[in-house]
């Protein structure tokens, strides 16, 4: 549809707090995981992710800014999914031996 022009958003994400503190906890994560801590980098890597998907949860759309992607529901499912998921895992792998 080339004779289409592009319509512009109706808001634009300008609060990066929410998407900063959830991505804090990530880069300790991938600290922990270069340092060779795996267990505690997943825990911290989940633990963003759960940030994440309860800051989107109670934050207006407006408030969450990045953390928006798609309905409210879509982003909260997912985040608090993939940390459930990904906390579950590294609990669940039995330590070296």
């Known amino acids: 549809m080339a004779d289409k022009p592009d319509k512009p958003v109706d808001w634009y994400p300008d609060s990066p707090w929410a998407l900063?503190?959830?991505?804090?906890?990530?880069?300790?994560?991938?600290?922990?995981?270069?340092?060779?801590?795996?267990?505690?980098?997943?825990?911290?890597?989940?633990?963003?992710?759960?940030?994440?998907?309860?800051?989107?949860?109670?934050?207006?759309?407006?408030?969450?800014?990045?953390?928006?992607v798609r309905g409210r529901w879509v982003d909260v499912t997912a985040l608090l999914g993939l940390g459930t998921a990904i906390a579950v895992m590294a609990f669940l792998v039995p330590p070296a031996r």
């Open 20 to 68: 900063a503190a959830a991505l804090a906890c990530v880069a300790v994560g991938v600290s922990f995981a270069m340092l060779g801590h795996w267990r505690r980098a997943a825990v911290m890597i989940a633990g963003g992710l759960l940030v994440a998907g309860g800051l989107r949860l109670v934050l207006s759309r407006e408030a969450a800014g990045l953390l928006a």
